[in-house]
């Protein structure tokens, strides 16, 4: 009997239940989907004005679908970023924190977690941010890009690298990817695969004028003067590179690699006028002028680089070099006593020193700085022809 009275009290209790939980009534199913798609749209909305800048009706529309559909992983995604342009981090990252929980999966939350903490000088925790980004969507190069550029700010250009190098065939129509991964190259020394990478990435993107600009550079370090003056000289028509004088004393010095002074001269002057304080920019054009046979002109070069830059070794083993064409011995040895002072290893300041010397009639002080570079450099060609015209008395 008690059994019987038990099961019905159980029965009794499941009815119960589900008169209590029952399903919604179309007119409330209703009500839902009509939310659903009214935050949907509003989230468009907010979107929108975010992109065209409108930030604070952007921050009312999106707060309307979030109370709409509070579970919108969209929504708090699109508030982080307003929060992050107003720099209102911790902010951005709680909302960063719900996005996640409302979609684990979603990636652009972890990478702007990883923006977030970058800006918070958390390198390790962003990294961490940046890999999770990569790992739920690899086919997003920016998630891609931003873990690579945290390897190279965190010193570790070996592993941005490889990153890169690994990732290049997958994004096999970038442009961007093949560019770092050059700048890269170019910092690590590997000149001839910069220059290949620089390349590609200029036939996937010929008009960005940045990726030109940087395969003008790897030309130049890697010693193709005359390729790279063409690309240069290119750029320098265009309006955003026209006063770039460091470009111009780039293309001067590749001018003179290529046996042009005349037009070298015309760069590194065009440079100086932009900045009157390069010293760079006077001695590449004394040194154009030199090459030219103008020795005042270079002379006068010479002393505007020396005005700005007194500690210019190469200025001073120029000019004494001048002093030495004209005979003025003292003036040339106390030049390249300057140059070999400021630059100890540099044989070559040794050796005109000791030149000088020797004109001086001051053998034995010359002999000591031919067998001190040789010290410095024992197959030294330059030390050991003077050292031996030295012993043989001419």
Same mark, same amino acid.
């Given at each position: 009997?008690? %059994?019987?009275?038990?099961?019905?009290?159980?029965?009794?209790?499941?009815?119960?239940?589900?008169?209590?939980?029952?399903?919604?009534?179309?007119?409330?199913?209703?009500?839902?989907?009509?939310?659903?798609?009214?935050?949907?749209?509003?989230?468009?909305?907010?979107?929108?004005?975010?992109?065209?800048?409108?930030?604070?009706?952007?921050?009312?529309?999106?707060?309307?679908?979030? %109370?709409?559909?509070?579970?919108?992983?969209?929504?708090?995604?699109?508030?982080?970023?307003?929060?992050?342009?107003?720099?209102?981090?911790?902010?951005?990252?709680?909302?960063?924190?719900?996005?996640?929980?409302?979609?684990?999966?979603?990636?652009?939350?972890?990478?702007?977690?990883?923006?977030?903490?970058?800006?918070?000088?958390?390198?390790?925790?962003?990294?961490?941010?940046?890999?999770?980004?990569?790992?739920?969507?690899?086919?997003?190069?920016?998630?891609?890009?931003?873990?690579?550029?945290?390897?190279?700010?965190?010193?570790?250009?070996?592993?941005?690298?490889?990153?890169?190098?690994? %990732?290049?065939?997958?994004?096999?129509?970038?442009?961007?990817?093949?560019?770092?991964?050059?700048?890269?190259?170019?910092?690590?020394?590997?000149?001839?695969?910069?220059?290949?990478?620089?390349?590609?990435?200029?036939?996937?993107?010929?008009?960005?004028?940045?990726?030109?600009?940087?395969?003008?550079?790897?030309?130049?370090?890697?010693?193709?003067?005359?390729?790279?003056?063409?690309?240069?000289?290119?750029?320098?028509?265009?309006?955003?590179?026209? #006063?770039?004088?460091?470009? =111009?004393?780039?293309?001067?010095?590749?001018?003179?690699?290529?046996?042009?002074?005349?037009?070298?001269?015309?760069?590194?002057?065009?440079?100086?006028?932009?900045?009157?304080?390069?010293?760079?920019?006077?001695?590449?054009?004394?040194?154009?002028?030199?090459?030219?046979?103008?020795?005042?002109?270079?002379?006068?070069?010479?002393? #505007?680089?020396?005005?700005?830059?007194?500690?210019?070794?190469?200025? #001073? =083993?120029?000019?004494?070099?001048? #002093?030495?064409?004209?005979?003025?011995?003292?003036?040339?040895?106390?030049?390249?006593?300057?140059?070999?002072? =400021?630059?100890?290893?540099?044989?070559?300041?040794?050796?005109?020193?000791?030149?000088?010397?020797? %004109?001086?009639?001051?053998?034995?002080?010359?002999?000591?700085?031919?067998?001190?570079? =040789?010290?410095?450099?024992?197959?030294?060609?330059?030390?050991?022809?003077?050292?031996?015209?030295?012993?043989?008395?001419?």
């Amino acid at each position: 009997m008690r %059994k019987s009275f038990l099961s019905i009290l159980a029965a009794f209790c499941v009815l119960a239940s589900c008169s209590q939980t029952k399903s919604p009534t179309a007119q409330q199913q209703a009500m839902l989907q009509w939310n659903d798609a009214r935050a949907t749209v509003l989230v468009g909305l907010a979107e929108d004005q975010y992109q065209n800048g409108n930030f604070d009706k952007s921050r009312g529309t999106l707060d309307e679908a979030i %109370k709409l559909e509070p579970d919108s992983a969209t929504a708090h995604v699109l508030s982080a970023k307003l929060y992050i342009e107003n720099g209102q981090l911790e902010l951005a990252e709680r909302e960063l924190t719900v996005a996640r929980q409302a979609d684990p999966k979603c990636a652009e939350a972890d990478y702007l977690s990883g923006v977030v903490y970058q800006r918070w000088q958390q390198p390790e925790r962003a990294l961490v941010f940046y890999q999770n980004a990569c790992d739920k969507a690899p086919a997003e190069l920016a998630y891609v890009m931003a873990r690579a550029e945290m390897l190279v700010a965190m010193d570790r250009r070996d592993e941005a690298l490889a990153l890169l190098q690994a %990732k290049i065939n997958y994004f096999e129509h970038s442009g961007v990817i093949r560019d770092e991964a050059g700048l890269l190259l170019v910092q690590s020394g590997n000149y001839p695969q910069a220059i290949e990478m620089f390349r590609r990435a200029s036939i996937l993107a010929p008009d960005d004028l940045t990726i030109r600009e940087h395969l003008a550079s790897g030309l130049f370090y890697g010693r193709q003067y005359a390729e790279s003056a063409m690309i240069l000289s290119e750029l320098l028509t265009h309006q955003k590179y026209d #006063h770039r004088p460091e470009l =111009l004393m780039m293309l001067g010095e590749c001018q003179l690699q290529t046996g042009k002074a005349g037009d070298a001269a015309q760069s590194f002057q065009q440079a100086s006028d932009m900045e009157p304080d390069s010293s760079v920019a006077w001695l590449g054009l004394a040194r154009a002028q030199v090459q030219l046979g103008s020795v005042r002109r270079g002379e006068y070069a010479l002393n #505007h680089c020396l005005a700005i830059s007194d500690d210019n070794a190469q200025a #001073h =083993l120029l000019l004494g070099y001048l #002093h030495l064409r004209e005979s003025r011995f003292s003036d040339a040895r106390d030049d390249f006593a300057r140059a070999s002072g =400021l630059d100890p290893a540099d044989t070559v300041s040794l050796c005109m020193f000791g030149l000088a010397l020797d %004109k001086l009639g001051q053998v034995r002080d010359a002999a000591a700085c031919y067998e001190k570079a =040789l010290k410095i450099r024992p197959d030294d060609e330059m030390a050991l022809r003077l050292l031996a015209r030295l012993d043989q008395g001419q």
